[in-house]
């Protein structure tokens, strides 16, 4: 697994200032990994810590979340995951306005990775599952696969 540790300490520092924090991303480009944050510290304080995936298909979990994060007695911290930009998420009565921050992520990019592995990324692509495929067979089966599945 490849290491995004600017990106986590983003989302926790992101969970620090709000109450819920999406992080949104095109399909495959590690927002599920992602929120397996490694005992982060700032989880040992709240009584309720909250990841849910796929956010988009569940606005009826709106109303839930803005109680969530309107609580004084019992604070909670919300991460949710959606494969969409904010503007195609779900339109629900439930904005979480001043509750919300969105982070977008994309594939990895040659900053995260290092210049060492430049020709590697150019040829696999960003996505964690072709990039970190066990070969160059395997990356490019992984690609086909996308590519025939979209379209």
Known sequence: MIERSELKQTIGDTLERSRVAALIGERQCGKT?????????????????????????????????RVLADR?????????LGSTSPELLPQSSETLAGRISTLSIS?????????????????????????????????????????????
């Not at 996505?127 to 025939?148: H, I, V």
Request: aromatic share 12%; proline share 7%.
């Open 72 to 80: 004084t007695v019992l604070p909670a911290r919300c991460l949710i």
């Open 107 to 151: 594939e990895f990019s040659l900053a995260e990775l290092g210049k060492e592995v430049q020709n590697q990324l150019w040829r696999r692509g960003g996505f964690p599952p072709s990039f970190t495929a066990a070969s160059e067979e395997n990356s490019l089966e992984w690609q086909r696969f996308c590519q025939d599945f979209s379209g």
């Open 33 to 65: 990994t992602l929120a397996r944050l490694d005992q982060p510290m700032h989880a040992k304080i709240y009584r309720v810590w909250l990841v849910i995936d796929e956010v988009q298909r569940r606005p009826d979990l709106f109303p839930i979340l």
